[in-house]
């Protein structure tokens, strides 16, 4: 398919799924006759009774387009619900062939869970954010067109054919790798959340937005493939001793650079260009990204064409005028990079509505930049009682981790909170804790306990506690 | 640098080229140790090619020069369109001069960081050191055409920029035998530090949290709400959660309902909705196609807004066909100096689209 030819089938599903009359059958199926009914008229030929068997077959092969849509009807006491009731069009009519959807979307009932952009935080869509769907996701892993975007001058589609990556700075030799090298190599598949320095830093201050997707949703987590960058680094002969630092560039516009601590980084850093099984997003970096895992999202140089072994920090112009901490003397915390241990409830969460009263499974994400997540603790009554919630498996470190726990909710006005604990022992602060130390200028590195408050009317909003 | 020597570098870099060429098989196992046929050595061109980030210690930094006085010519007409005539808009992205005294030049504190007598942190506020000003401009500016400015652009431009926060007096020269010198006066010098847990995954965390599990405060005091008037400021959050299922969203477009729905959602208006109506035509395509990325509905970005743009054009014959042209082919000078660039990837159909929407809203 031409680029045209795939936009053009992501613009028309609406169309194609559009309901059709299928009815338009030009052959007579065949075979639609049992086994045992051709051998008893090849035995015994045919008479009235068997004439009619042939006739029903045919009825039964193609009376399904007859069948009208019903529309969903009123409950009648007593009858039953129209959804067992009634035939569906789906069941008495041809589906569509396969690879009608050559790379597969979802179903047209989910197109209200895209990447949004909060209106109003940036001016121009090009140096911008657009947030996961959070409130929607299930599980750990992040689907691929769902992942967050942040962006500093615009994305393109690189060819991969002709971009390269340059290792230079403190190494024995400087060296050119292709696409075609680089995917040569040794790789490895490791699963690991990438997390926006600045995600919820829009609540340092005061409630600001109303759902988890502009709350959190500068977070996603997805497998990443590529090779290891120690790999690359000892094949050019990087001096380790005395080059502790990196500089990563962006083929993008902007030029991105960040200076990554190879004392702390240099294990489990990836030059990765896969991202759950299929290439790298063009909007997350194809063909190559950095992938820091446990470090701000910032740092996960995308487009990735360069990196400098070197013996000083670069203070590039994201290390020196932005993801910055001001603390409330006047200091700005620099390099701060690691993202703390955290959590938050998706569902329920702000925005939302509760139907009825009664059973529902409270369900959340954790994650730890410094390892795993050991447990997880979650309050109904604004942080009063805790009870200690379900964690899905696998445990990964520097990964998200999925919790459940039960709730039965009697209709009463609520308050939700989650808290989750690492490896290391570090437990997630309240706002309150955060705001005592740092003030609340920060903007980044925002991981307090979020609080969703429910209504008796079932409806969730986003409230800070305290 | 001056011309002449620039064509030199430039011959003596592209006899290196072709000598290199030559010697690109020999190169390909060359320094390789583990894994024989990946990669190759990257020639001296190349890496000057690439590798053109400067350090706080100007490790990087090329030679040349220039004056406030130019760098303002070039502000004026490459820079000042985002960024405001002295470096103080706060349109399209933050200020880049103002909230610095020349006591902070001699402290090397910023003090409005800590009075907080000013509303909005500018670049100069915030940045310690000149070679980040440097090497930004250098890589990535201006915006909408990266990587056009010479290093003598570079440095007149940061010499202006620091005059705007009288860092450097106005009839100052930048160069690279003074710029080690200007660093010790920029006035945040001192305001950074690393001395925090966050720089390595080994540090020690500034906080910690409460593992209580029972009766662990007195009352639950909610300190903060998102305000009544903002609760449609994100959209309709019905059409940003899925419309079945124990989770839908509330219709932000109308105030709470009163009371719970039922168990299948009978209550909300908007459950009988199957899916959100998707939306398509021109107002998408100018996004898809980023124009928004210069053009707004009514304030000016980059480029002139789109009401502008309708109102200068309003009535004329043949505006939808010259308009046409002017996005095919691009355009300069109607409103100021940045130029339009051609979008030659549309076809005549999404041009006609276009058009006919920025002109008429239709």
């Known amino acids: 398919m031409t680029k045209k030819q795939i936009e053009l ?5 609406s169309a194609v799924e559009k309901p059709t009359n299928r009815a338009r059958l030009v052959k007579a199926p065949e075979h639609f006759v049992s086994q045992e009914l051709i051998a008893d008229i090849n035995a015994n030929g045919l008479d009235e009774t068997r004439r009619g068997f ?12 007859a069948a009208g849509l019903a529309a969903p009807m009123a409950f009648a006491a007593g009858e039953g619900d129209p959804a067992i009731l009634e035939k569906q069009e789906w069941q008495t009519t041809l589906g569509k062939n396969v690879a009608t959807m050559p790379y597969g979307v979802p179903s047209i009932y989910e197109a209200n869970l895209i990447r949004r952009e909060s209106p109003g935080l940036t001016r121009v869509s090009a140096a911008s954010v657009a947030f996961t769907p959070l409130q929607g996701l299930f599980g750990t892993i992040t689907p691929n067109g769902l992942h967050f975007e942040r962006h500093h001058q615009g994305w393109y589609n690189l060819n991969p054919e002709t971009h390269r990556l340059m290792v230079n700075g403190m190494v024995k030799n400087a060296r050119v790798f292709t696409m075609n090298d680089l995917m040569r190599l040794p790789s490895v598949s490791r699963t690991h959340f990438i997390e926006c320095g600045a995600n919820t830093g829009l609540e340092w201050g005061n409630v600001a937005v109303p759902t988890v997707q502009y709350t959190h949703g500068m977070l996603s987590c997805c497998e990443f493939t590529g090779v290891p960058l120690k790999v690359l680094l000892d094949e050019c002969g990087a001096d380790l001793k005395k080059g502790k630092f990196l500089l990563a560039e962006g083929g993008d516009g902007s030029g991105m650079t960040r200076t990554i601590n190879l004392e702390s980084c240099l294990d489990d850093t990836i030059v990765a260009w896969a991202m759950n099984g299929e290439m790298l997003r063009p909007e997350n970096g194809f063909p190559l990204r950095l992938v820091v895992p446990g470090v701000q999202g910032v740092s996960w140089v995308k487009w990735l064409r360069r990196l400098e072994v070197g013996d000083m920090p670069w203070n590039t112009k994201d290390e020196a005028v932005h993801y910055i901490e001001l603390m409330p003397d006047g200091m700005h915390r620099q390099y701060a990079s690691i993202q703390e241990c955290k959590s938050v409830i998706t569902t329920p969460s702000g925005g939302q509505q509760l139907l009825d009263k009664g059973f529902y499974n409270v369900s959340g994400m954790a ?3 410094r390892g795993k997540i050991k447990r997880v603790d979650v309050s109904f009554d604004g942080g009063n009682n805790w009870r200690t919630a379900r964690l899905e498996t696998p445990v990964l470190t520097k990964s998200i981790t999925r919790f459940n726990i039960d709730w039965v909710w009697d209709g009463s006005p609520a308050i939700l909170q989650s808290r989750a604990v690492d490896d290391t022992g570090y437990i997630q602060p309240s706002i309150k804790i955060l705001r005592d130390l740092r003030g609340n200028r920060s903007i980044y590195h925002n991981n307090a306990i979020q609080s969703w408050k429910l209504d008796a009317n079932g409806e969730v909003s986003n409230v800070q506690v305290g | 640098m001056c011309k002449l020597d620039k064509l030199f570098a430039r011959l003596a870099l592209l006899a290196f080229g072709i000598f290199s060429a030559h010697l690109a098989f020999a190169q390909s196992t060359q320094g390789s ?3 024989p046929g990946i990669g190759r050595n990257a020639t001296p061109a190349e890496v000057i090619a690439w590798d053109i980030d400067v350090r706080p210690d100007f490790k990087g930094l090329p030679k040349g020069s220039g004056s406030v006085a130019q760098g303002q010519v070039i502000w004026e007409s490459k820079c000042a369109s985002c960024h405001g005539v002295f470096g103080e808009s706060n349109e399209i992205f933050t200020p880049i001069a103002g909230g610095t005294t020349t006591d902070d030049v001699k402290t090397g504190r910023v003090a409005s960081l800590a009075d907080r007598k000013q509303p909005q942190r500018t670049t100069l506020m915030k940045v310690p050191t000149v070679s980040t000003l440097w090497d930004y401009i250098y890589r990535a500016m201006p915006w909408n055409a990266p990587r056009s400015l010479t290093a003598d652009d570079t440095y007149a431009l940061v010499a202006f920029i620091l005059s705007l926060g009288e860092i450097v ?5 930048l160069s690279n035998a003074n710029i080690a010198e200007v660093q010790k006066k920029m006035p945040n010098r001192n305001g950074m530090t690393r001395n925090h ?10 906080v910690n949290g409460s593992s209580c599990m029972t009766n662990c405060v007195k009352f639950v005091q909610i300190g903060s709400t998102l305000p009544d008037f903002a609760r449609n400021a994100h959209g309709n959050i019905a059409e940003q959660n899925r419309l079945y299922g124990p989770y839908r969203g509330s219709d932000s477009t109308k105030p709470p309902i009163a009371k719970l729905p039922g168990s299948s959602g009978e209550g909300l208006a908007h459950a009988a909705d199957t899916h959100a109506a998707t939306t398509k035509g021109p107002a998408a395509l100018f996004k898809n196609e980023n124009c928004s990325a210069c053009h707004a509905p009514n304030a000016k970005l980059v480029g002139p807004s789109i009401a502008d743009i309708a109102a200068k054009y309003k009535g004329q014959s043949g505006a939808q066909e010259k308009l046409m042209a002017k996005v095919k082919n691009g ?3 109607v409103w100021g100096a940045i130029p339009m660039p051609p979008q030659a990837q549309l076809s005549d159909e999404d041009r006609a689209t276009l058009v006919r929407w920025v002109l008429t809203g239709q």
């Open chain 1, 9 to 13: 089938s992501a613009q028309d599903i």
């Open chain 1, 54 to 65: 042939l006739r029903k077959g045919f009825l039964s092969a193609i009376g399904g387009a």
């Open chain 1, 367 to 369: 994650w730890s930049g």
């Open chain 2, 33 to 35: 140790t583990k894994f």
């Open chain 2, 169 to 173: 007096p106005d009839d100052f020269v």
């Open chain 2, 197 to 206: 847990g966050f720089w390595s995954v080994n540090g020690k965390p500034d």
């Open chain 2, 331 to 333: 355009g300069s000078g």
